[in-house]
């Protein structure tokens, strides 16, 4: 298992959030990597997958613009010296950059942990891939919203099924070059693809796969597809996902998914760790609403804003509510 995902399990197991937020207190002050970057280096995707807000059609119209290329020594500079993580692609689309190598090789060159990229995989041609690799991709996450031809097809407009099955016989390929090279799955679960999961190793078992994320459906505005209930799932949980985690276990795949009593959780997460810890970088925003990319660093903002004392602060305060969206924990089994 990968540093960041023995992270991930550490971090369920210490369950008290302020020993946590101590933690990232004591790191920050020491100078030490601690947070995540997630950067999404194009505001626009190829697909208009049905649970998805591409699929809004106003949603859509806000979703515009690119970083430059000047801006990667820039965010360089700024960020990835203290970043444990570089995700490139959270909502939208990368392979659409035109810089991906440049960008994964700065972060290789500044010691970036753990560099991952999540795609749809349905523009990439194998060179494209193998390329990626070989600059240091750390990890590529493939969207996926069905296990069967018709259901893949169905609920992600614009892909193909024989594309995403050749991208994973190629991925299957660059692992026997790059044996730490990790390939993951992002399986988006709603109550009409929930029972082919039973499929899953029978259709996907030739190929190659590390980690399977089970991520139940949430509401990301007026979609195409909009039944978001998760009792469904709930219901049939002993039934598919019980059965789903011995199979990963059996097969040496890292599954990460919510815990059955999740799914009954109404109220809201405490969102103090991931406020701390999530950097979100896009076109024209960098962090903070007041960071200017520019002209300043972590360090030089942190101390602009007094960062080290609003995070051990944050260690007395109260629990801070998420807004609409519910956040589940993901059990790394
Ligand atoms: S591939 Fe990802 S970003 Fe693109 S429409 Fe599908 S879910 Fe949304």
Redesign the pocket.
């Given at each position: 298992m990968s540093t960041v995902y023995s992270f991930l399990k550490l971090n369920h197991y210490i369950r008290s959030i302020r020993v946590k937020l101590f933690g990232i207190w004591m790191l920050h002050c020491m100078g030490r990597r601690y947070f995540g970057l997630f950067l999404d280096p194009v505001l626009a995707?190829?697909?208009?997958?049905r649970?998805?807000?591409?699929?809004d059609k106003n949603k859509r119209k806000n979703m515009k613009g690119a970083l430059k290329e000047t801006d990667l020594p820039l965010l360089a500079r700024a960020f990835f010296h203290r970043a444990l993580k570089l995700q490139i692609?959270c909502?939208?689309?990368p392979s659409l950059f035109r810089h991906n190598r440049k960008l994964i090789e700065m972060a290789k060159s500044c010691r970036v942990p753990y560099i991952s990229m999540?795609?749809?995989g349905?523009l990439f041609s194998r060179a494209d891939i193998h390329e990626l690799v070989a600059a240091g991709l750390d990890e590529i996450t493939l969207?996926l919203?069905g296990v069967r031809r018709k259901t893949y097809e169905y609920f992600?407009p614009g892909?193909s099924f024989d594309k995403f099955l050749s991208t994973m016989e190629c991925l299957t390929e660059i692992k026997s070059g790059f044996p730490s090279f990790k390939v993951r799955l992002n399986y988006?679960v709603n109550q009409d693809n929930l029972m082919e999961l039973q499929d899953l190793f029978s259709i996907l078992g030739q190929y190659k796969f590390d980690i399977l994320q089970i991520r139940p459906i949430q509401q990301m505005g007026d979609t195409n597809y909009c039944n978001f209930s998760w009792n469904v799932i709930y219901d049939a949980y002993d039934r598919i996902l019980e059965p789903l985690k011995i199979n990963c276990r059996r097969q040496g795949i890292t599954l990460l998914m919510p815990e059955k009593e999740d799914f009954l959780k109404t109220e809201n997460k405490d969102t103090r760790i991931v406020d701390a810890t999530y950097f979100y970088v896009r076109q024209g925003y960098f962090w903070q609403d007041d960071f200017d990319l520019n002209t300043e660093t972590y360090e030089s903002y942190a101390h602009r804003k007094h960062l080290s004392w609003r995070l051990l602060k944050s260690v007395f305060s109260k629990p801070a509510k998420a807004g609409e969206k519910r956040h589940l924990n993901y059990k790394v089994n």
């Open positions: 995707c190829n697909l208009r997958c649970m998805c807000y591409f699929s692609g909502g939208a689309e999540t795609t749809n349905n969207s919203h992600m892909a988006t």
